[in-house]
Nanobody, 121 residues
Framework: QVQLVESGGGLVQAGGSLRLSCAASGRTFSGYAVAWFRQAPGKEREFVARIRSGGSTYYAGSVKGRFTISRDSAKNTVYLQMNSLKPEDTAVYYC???????????????WGQGTQVTVSS
């Protein structure tokens, strides 16, 4: 069973950058798709980006061109590099792993604890 631990959130000014990390323990997640979701207060959890076991990536339109998802197999870690941050990016960001590699919450069974990202104007 894969367990996920997230880190890297914080407070940043608009236009700045953050890199979120999702470290796997217990078992490698090399065979899983890994996705990032985010949830702002009062809103539904929404898809941000995913990377499949074969390496293919996909992004929500709102972050395409600004965010990059990647993995470092040696460190058993998935990253979300966030550039050109906007106040509307403010949310709790969650890392999730699953076997389907889609864009929906129900497709992911293993979740990290979430990390807060706050972007000030």
């Amino acid at each position: 069973q894969v367990q996920l631990v997230e880190s890297g959130g914080g407070l940043v000014q608009a236009g700045g950058s953050l890199r979120l990390s999702c470290a796997a323990s217990g078992r490698t997640f090399s065979g899983y798709a890994v996705a990032w979701f985010r949830q702002a207060p009062g809103k539904e959890r929404e898809f941000v980006a995913r990377i499949r076991s074969g390496g293919s990536t996909y992004y929500a339109g709102s972050v395409k061109g600004r965010f990059t998802i990647s993995r470092d197999s040696a460190k058993n870690t998935v990253y979300l590099q966030m550039n050109s941050l906007k106040p509307e990016d403010t949310a709790v960001y969650y890392c999730a792993a699953g076997g389907s590699g889609g864009n929906y919450v129900f497709e992911y069974s293993i979740w990290g604890q979430g990390t807060q990202v706050t972007v000030s104007s």
